[in-house]
């Protein structure tokens, strides 16, 4: 059974950095694509960035220039790399893949649970 799972959450002062990841386990044959999704309190969930093979990335406009998508290809896992953080950057971070589970024929999308990323002022 594939399963996300997610990693790295936590407090820091804006102006701070922050890695959150994502692993992927379970048989999987390939990610096509990945992607992060933010929903602060009061808030509508947000796409933050993503990753489609073969490399291309995508950011919102709020991170470009200070959030980083990557993939580690042999080890199914995805991380986002946050800088110069600011409070409006707080929200429970999920990931999501569209991922061809071994034995399956068609892409599925799947859901981590979600990790809170708080920046304090």
């Known amino acids: 059974q594939v399963q996300l799972m997610e990693s790295g959450g936590g407090e820091v002062q804006a102006g701070g950095s922050l890695r959150v990841s994502c692993e992927a386990s379970?048989?999987?044959?390939?990610?096509?694509?990945w992607r992060w999704y933010r929903q602060a309190p009061g808030k509508q969930r947000e796409l933050v960035a993503s990753s489609t093979l073969p490399g291309l990335t995508n950011y919102t406009d709020s991170v470009k220039g200070r959030f980083t998508i990557s993939r580690d290809l042999t080890k199914n896992i995805q991380h986002l790399q946050m800088n110069a953080l600011k409070a409006e950057d707080t929200a429970v971070y999920t990931c999501?893949?569209?991922?061809?589970?071994?034995?399956?024929?068609?892409?599925?999308?799947?859901w981590g649970q979600g990790i809170q990323v708080t920046v304090s002022s």
């Open positions: 379970g048989r999987i044959v390939g990610i096509k694509t």
């Open positions: 999501n893949a569209d991922l061809i589970p071994t034995g399956a024929i068609s892409i599925r999308t799947y």
